[in-house]
């Protein structure tokens, strides 16, 4: 059983079902919009959501074998061999013998990818520096501050 924690002490002051499911709603709008903006900017390429994710699970997750990422991705060998062929002929995968299984091959990111996911994630804080730099007052920028902790407290709930 899952065990929610006791809600904040001003319950009391606390908006009504009515208002928190709008904001639930807004929030979630404006968040895929925001994270759809921060992506368009420093993209890696012309990519399919597919080959992106392959990307991001060996840059979070290092090396891994053909199998693996297909498992963790949810679909076939084949599916997965076709996503990084494409990777593999971009120059953004290579690959190597796995040094405990001769018959198997470790995917690892190319020095093209990692620099080009550098570039493109620099690229994208330096938009998110610059629109809260002339959007935002400092006041703004403080309130934003303050509701980063309250987004992580909601990535916690379960």
């Given at each position: ?43 890696v390429g012309d990519l ?68 080009q996911f550098t570039t ?39």
């Amino acid at each position: 059983m899952i065990e929610h924690p006791e809600p904040p002490a001003d319950t009391a002051a606390a908006f009504d079902t009515a208002a928190t499911l709008t904001l639930a709603s807004e929030l979630r709008v404006v968040l895929g919009q925001l994270i759809r903006q921060v992506r368009e900017v420093g993209t890696v390429g012309d990519l399919t959501p597919s080959q992106k994710a392959v990307l991001r699970r060996l840059e979070v997750g290092g090396p891994s074998t053909m199998s693996t990422l297909a498992r963790l991705e949810g679909v076939r060998p084949q599916s997965m061999g076709a996503t990084v062929a494409v990777l593999d002929a971009a120059g953004l995968v290579s690959g190597s013998t796995d040094p405990r299984d001769g018959r198997k091959t470790v995917l690892s990111l190319t020095e093209s990818a990692v620099q080009q996911f550098t570039t493109g994630r620099l690229a994208r804080e330096d938009w998110l520096f610059h629109a809260m730099q002339t959007e935002l007052t400092a006041t703004e920028q403080q309130q934003l501050a303050s509701s980063i902790v309250l987004l992580r407290r909601l990535l916690r709930a379960s």
